[in-house]
């Protein structure tokens, strides 16, 4: 039986990204499209609870068939494997997402929770991203999504381990190779350009710079910078270990 492919991102059902994902794995099992009907970058892992998740089908160009779904990456996710899929999904790849997701942005990103949450629910996932937001080179990232998807097939994933897989956007022969990287760390420096509207009122605008912290050999944002492709293993284990020994020495009483 052919593997079953879900496709899924945060930059909604109708971006090019999502396209040339299809496009790259369509022969390699049978794929199901279930995104969000409209952009939904840096929602990270919300849910839709306050609101209906309503969902329509699409089609774009003659083969792609898929779900809008008016939420966020992560309902998609559980929506599909729940839901909308037959059978439960043997990968999860969401992307080809325009732009980066290194460093902190992993917990921003809308398009590397969808992956999270297939790792949750038990399903191989992969998340993909281009690092450019101008003019960006689909068939680098194709290529890529397309050799990792048949990779996974055949040797599966770890259990509670998406691969958060960057992509440099260069032509695929300027590419230097595949680097097996850790998260870099870094923050946003937030700048909130003032506005004021037309009644008067004030509002921002939030926008940001990437700020790394400390060493970054190894990393994926050093990876990225070098024209490598950059696969980081990434899961949630979000107790600060080392810290409890510390917390406990606090002798805490009521
Ligand atoms: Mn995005």
């Given at each position: 039986m052919k593997p079953h492919i879900l496709i899924c991102n945060d930059?909604?059902?109708?971006?090019p990204g999502i396209m040339a994902l299809y496009e790259a794995v369509r022969d390699i099992g049978e794929v199901t499209v279930v995104a969000p009907d409209a952009e939904q970058s840096a929602v990270g892992h919300a849910i839709t609870l306050s609101n209906p998740i309503k969902i329509k089908r699409v089609r774009r160009n003659a083969q792609f068939k898929g779900y809008a779904v008016v939420g966020t990456p992560a309902d998609c996710i559980k929506l599909a494997v729940t839901v909308l899929m037959e059978r439960p999904p043997d990968l999860i790849i969401s992307g080809i997402n325009l732009g980066p997701n290194v460093g902190i942005s992993v917990i921003y990103s809308g398009t590397v929770s969808a992956a999270t949450e297939g790792a949750i629910l038990g399903i191989p996932s992969m998340a993909i991203s281009l690092a450019?937001?101008?003019?960006?080179?689909?068939e680098t990232a194709a290529h890529v999504a397309r050799r990792l998807t048949q990779e996974i097939i055949a040797r599966g994933l770890p259990a509670d381990t998406l691969l958060n897989v960057n992509v440099p956007n260069r032509p695929l022969d300027q590419v230097k190779g595949l680097a097996v990287t850790r998260v870099g760390r870094s923050r946003f420096a937030e700048i909130f350009h003032k506005r004021t509207n037309p009644r008067g009122d004030t509002y921002y605008w939030m926008d940001g710079e990437l700020r790394i912290i400390g060493?970054?050999?190894?990393?994926d944002i050093q990876a990225l910078a070098d024209g490598f492709v950059s696969l980081t293993p990434i899961w949630f284990d979000l107790t600060h270990t080392a810290v409890l020994p510390k917390l406990r020495d606090w002798n805490l009483t009521l």
């Open positions: 930059d909604g059902i109708y971006a450019t937001f101008e003019d960006p080179l689909w060493d970054t050999a190894g990393t």
